[in-house]
T-cell receptor
Framework: DQQVKQNSPSLSVQEGRISILNCDYTNSMFDYFLWYKKYPAEGPTFLISISSIKDKNEDGRFTVFLNKSAKHLSLHIVPSQPGDSAVYFCAASAWGGKLIFGQGTELSVKP | DAGVIQSPRHEVTEMGQEVTLRCKPISGHDYLFWYRQTMMRGLELLIYFNNNVPIDDSGMPEDRFSAKMPNASFSTLKIQPSEPRDSAVYFC????????????FGPGTRLTVT
């Protein structure tokens, strides 16, 4: 019973191009969504978030889009840089503090 | 700030032994979370505390697992007895008052039970 799904385990893009990471969820009670980034041998680090009352949030090269009717969110990275190579997790919450994570997507940005 | 501190970073133990993982949250954070990451189940929440009080332990897999937070600057996750299926990376995270979603993770403890 996976409430948050990242169907692409990996993604490879060229430096300077756009990276689009996708996430689907099943629970309509989720009211807050986040993206975390994880490098090997380190803990996840918070990247960007969005409340369910919004459909877009932007922070520099990172933009998160939320489509509530489709229960889908995406993370856009423009332009992609080699240092963006990492595993990206989406997470969702409906209970103030309790996050449900997706399985992660490994992004590889090639020079 | 040093960030969330976890110890040990690596632990190898034999089946049946007791294992204790330690966490020091960021000063001023009042939420503390314990997660486990495995290939099969991904990153899953085990338990979390608010102001040192356990709020939700529904993710704790079984009675062999226990967690405590005796004060605002220290928490432990104990497994007794340990089993090979407990092998995973265990993360501790903390967050600011009112910002429980934006959690700061420690580097994790890689546990191997043989």
């Amino acid at each position: 019973d996976q409430q948050v799904k990242q169907n692409s385990p990996s993604l490879s893009v060229q430096e300077g191009r756009i990276s689009i990471l996708n996430c689907d969820y099943t629970n309509s009670m989720f009211d807050y969504f986040l993206w975390y980034k994880k490098y090997p041998a380190e803990g996840p680090t918070f990247l960007i978030s969005i409340s369910s009352i919004k459909d877009k949030n932007e922070d520099g090269r990172f933009t998160v889009f939320l489509n509530k009717s489709a229960k889908h969110l995406s993370l856009h990275i423009v332009p992609s840089q080699p240092g963006d190579s990492a595993v990206y997790f989406c997470a969702a919450s409906a209970w103030g503090g309790k996050l449900i994570f997706g399985q992660g997507t490994e992004l590889s940005v090639k020079p | 700030d040093a960030g969330v501190i976890q110890s040990p970073r690596h632990e190898v133990t034999e089946m049946g032994q007791e294992v204790t993982l330690r966490c020091k949250p960021i000063s001023g954070h009042d939420y503390l979370f314990w997660y486990r990451q495995t290939m099969m189940r991904g990153l899953e929440l085990l338990i979390y505390f608010n102001n040192n009080v356990p709020i939700d332990d529904s993710g704790m897999p079984e009675d062999r697992f226990s967690a405590k937070m005796p004060n605002a600057s220290f928490s432990t996750l104990k497994i007794q007895p340990s089993e090979p299926r407990d092998s995973a990376v265990y993360f501790c995270a903390s967050s600011l008052p009112g910002y429980s979603y934006e959690q700061y993770f420690g580097p994790g403890t890689r546990l191997t039970v043989t």
